[in-house]
């Protein structure tokens, strides 16, 4: 029970993280200047609940840490075993996410000016963090420099693309009144920056792969048939996004209704194949490669 508590907040915090990150795009790049300061005002209420869900899981993440480390439940509310887990390697990494988890929810409960860009690099420097624990530290030297680079590179176009998929619903309704062209221009810079979004995923995926397991995977392992259930998830994506490029897109501008509800209906399921690899990784976390 208590490593299942962990996977669920591992997962809790993959998401709420991709999603501030996500809202901040539109916020800080990908929307015209015109509408950033109204979809920043749109996406400021889910932001905060991602933030404070963010700060929450990576709290209770360092106490259930304390609890397997320890002798279990008892463990996890000792104040003397969260003074040992700090002084690990994860530890000292982990403090830091709490930290700029804390720091995140403040900036998105006080708005400053520059919100959108200080939320990026906020959650930029969370996902780098998020390398320096678990499988990305299995190297040392300059392999390990190189592994945790990609693997940080890997979490920035994961949140990129899944994280920029809710915002496109928003989008899609903007597109419906006096925004239109706007919005339309929003979703068309999302979808051409996807490409690199989706190729960043792909590239750094492959890589995480050989350094943590190289060219002999598992397969009879769970580690290995877990990886190939994420593998066929993430090409189930692919496909998704792809279709709704060059199939829906295309006939959406012949103001065809049942292309556009199509559309949607896509990202939807889109996201929610998402987030199934997220609870996927967020299971790595407790399985051995080998």
């Not at 496109?168 to 690199?196: D, E, K, N, P």
């Not at 877990?226 to 829906?248: Q, W």
């Not at 199934?276 to 790595?284: K, T």
Request: net charge positive; glycine share 8%; charged share 10%.
């Amino acid at each position: 029970m208590l490593a299942f508590t962990w996977v669920a907040l591992r997962f809790i915090h993959f998401i709420a993280l991709m999603l501030v990150f996500g809202f901040a795009l539109y916020g800080a790049w990908l929307a015209p200047v015109s509408v950033r300061r109204l979809m920043m005002r749109r996406f400021l209420r889910l932001q905060r609940h991602a933030a404070a869900w963010s700060f929450i899981s990576a709290t209770l993440m360092l106490a259930i840490q304390g609890g397997l480390m320890g002798a279990g439940w008892q463990d996890v509310l000792s104040v003397d075993v969260w003074g040992t887990v700090l002084q690990t390697q994860f530890g000292g990494v982990w403090l830091w996410q709490i930290i700029l988890a804390l720091v995140t929810l403040v900036v998105t409960l006080i708005v400053p000016r520059s919100l959108s860009r200080l939320l990026l690099m906020l959650t930029v420097a969370q996902f780098v963090l998020l390398a320096g624990v678990g499988h990305a530290t299995l190297h040392e030297g300059v392999s390990r420099a190189v592994q945790q680079i990609n693997h940080s590179l890997h979490l920035v176009c994961a949140a990129a693309w899944f994280g920029g998929l809710l915002p496109v619903l928003y989008c899609m309704r903007m597109a419906q009144g006096r925004w239109r062209q706007q919005a339309i221009c929003t979703m068309m810079r999302f979808s051409r920056y996807g490409h690199l979004f989706v190729t960043g995923v792909l590239l750094t995926g492959i890589i995480n792969v050989l350094f943590i397991v190289g060219l002999s995977i598992p397969w009879h392992a769970a580690y290995g048939q877990l990886l190939l259930l994420k593998c066929a998830l993430v090409a189930l994506m692919v496909a998704i996004a792809l279709a709704n490029r060059y199939v829906l897109v295309p006939r959406m501008q012949q103001d065809n209704r049942a292309m556009t509800d199509y559309f949607i209906w896509m990202t939807k399921l889109e996201w929610g194949i998402g987030a199934v690899v997220l609870a996927i990784v967020s299971l790595f976390a407790t399985l051995e490669p080998f």
